[in-house]
């Protein structure tokens, strides 16, 4: 399973875990393991839905709480970025969500392995809420992460996606624009291969996925923008 999450075959790992996972009993430790892999596979071949499904089997498991932090705070950050990708419209799914994306610390020795995703989730978000102050703070702590701890080639997918992010701030938020400039780049991400696990900065959605959501938020602010604009017009 991880091999073919790892070599970009998620829907053919995705019928293996399906197939398997009846053979993991609920009170095993490699229960969660397993499911983590199918989670991501399902995540990388854009089932959210089951990706929903599995969270909620993860969480009605009785040993849930008895995981180690570590684990449980791997579980909410799936689920936060779930929750974006997918919300639901619960207020307290959504107020949960606000409160994870805006305390969870975005650099952490224990939270190695996944302090990228949660630097590009906080952005994601704050550009969503177009909230300009969180955004260019999120800003200066990507810049600051990738000059500290991407240095190394196998995280050239993360420094790629990146700069892709550093874009829409560069071209003031312009959809066209940073789709046309961030071409390039998106090649570069495509070809790029997976950094394998030594390296540890696990893609929960693969980049490309993030880039196609990052451009659809842009291009909903643009449509917010424009109908407020005619909407004041018709008021003059």
Aim: aromatic fraction near 14%.
């Amino acid at each position: 399973m991880y091999a073919h999450l790892q070599c970009r075959q998620a829907k053919t790992g995705l019928a293996l875990a399906e197939e398997y996972f009846k053979d993991f009993h609920y009170s095993s430790g490699n229960w969660f393991y397993f499911l983590e892999t199918y989670l991501l596979l399902a995540l990388h071949a854009r089932q959210y839905g089951q990706g929903v499904e599995l969270l909620q089997q993860a969480r009605k498991n009785p040993y849930y709480r008895k995981q180690r932090a570590a684990a449980q705070q791997r579980w909410e950050l799936y689920e936060a970025y779930v929750q974006f990708v997918r919300p639901e419209p619960s207020p307290l799914k959504m107020r949960h969500f606000a409160q994870f994306v805006q305390t969870v610390p975005d650099y952490s020795r224990d939270k190695q392995g996944y302090n990228v995703a949660i630097l590009i989730l906080q952005f994601l978000y704050f550009l969503q809420r177009r909230d300009i102050e969180g955004l260019l703070a999120r800003l200066e702590g990507l810049r600051k992460y990738e000059q500290r701890h991407l240095r190394d080639p196998a995280t050239l997918r993360s420094q790629l996606f990146f700069r892709l992010l550093l874009m829409t701030v560069k071209e003031n938020f312009a959809s066209d624009a940073c789709e046309k400039k961030g071409q390039p780049l998106l090649e570069r991400l495509r070809a790029a291969p997976l950094p394998g696990q030594a390296y540890g900065e696990i893609e929960i959605i693969p980049y490309e996925d993030l880039w196609d959501l990052t451009l659809g938020i842009l291009r909903q602010l643009a449509a917010e923008d424009l109908a407020a604009e005619q909407t004041a017009r018709n008021r003059v």
